[in-house]
């Protein structure tokens, strides 16, 4: 089946299951959108936050960009992700924030071995500056270590600066500092299927749903 011919026939099991009374989702949501969540995930094709989570219509409020990144706040922020994450804390008056990063990131793959520029533009390699400081201290803190380590823990590192950048919003951090906002930072590992979360009295990140085992595997 054609890439066409699968998305329209995708909707239509869609419109069948969300259209078909007043009492589907979409029934209470013609009137506007309350979510809860403003989740920032990575435009990856495999890291859908919706299909991830199980969600359903008007669940969470998504920002997707390369390598999930959120900019700090200043004149030259991104409009795009500023604007998107303005929206949801002072319009939507989310209750969390959940940054999703993942394994086998391209854009953070782009940020630690940068390729000479070969179009007219180069959008990705200035997006991805946002997270240099973090490429720097990886590549100073692991330079004994193999290209996947390196990789691995800028990914984890990202996220950790996309919180630290989210705080530099003052009426995001004043929700914070007001017991009505939470942030979480997430990691989709897409080699075991684990989802871990960073704990900030660890330091670390820790699972959240374990892999699945072998057997586990089979029988689900």
């Known amino acids: 089946m054609h890439d066409i011919e699968k998305f329209v026939s995708g909707f239509s099991r869609f419109q069948q299951q ?21 989740l920032i995930g990575c435009c990856d094709s495999r890291v859908d936050p919706v299909l991830l989570t199980g969600s359903d219509p008007g669940d969470i409020f998504v920002v997707r960009n390369i ?7 200043m004149p030259t922020a991104s409009a ?29 793959r782009a940020l630690l071995a940068p390729r000479p520029a070969q ?19 990886v590549r100073r803190d692991l330079a004994h270590r193999g290209s996947a380590e390196q990789h691995h823990a800028c990914e984890l590192a990202s996220i950790l600066l996309s919180l630290d950048n989210l705080l530099t919003y003052p009426w995001l951090k004043r929700r914070v500092d007001e017991g009505k906002l939470k942030l979480h930072g997430w990691y989709f590992d897409l080699q075991s299927g684990a989802l871990m979360a960073y704990s900030p009295r660890r330091q670390q990140f820790l699972p959240l749903v374990c892999p699945l085992t072998a057997r586990e595997a089979m029988t689900a």
Request: with cysteine.
């Open 18 to 38: 969300y259209f078909t009374n007043d009492e589907s989702p979409y029934g209470s949501l013609r009137a506007g959108q309350r979510p809860r969540t403003l």
């Open 67 to 73: 390598a999930n990144l959120v900019p700090p706040c």
């Open 80 to 108: 795009g992700v500023s604007s998107a994450i303005e929206f949801a804390v002072c319009e939507l008056e989310v209750e969390r924030v959940i940054v999703l990063g993942h394994a086998g990131c391209g854009g953070i």
């Open 119 to 137: 179009r007219e533009t180069d959008f990705v390699g200035q997006w991805m500056r946002i997270a240099e400081p973090v490429a720097q201290r």
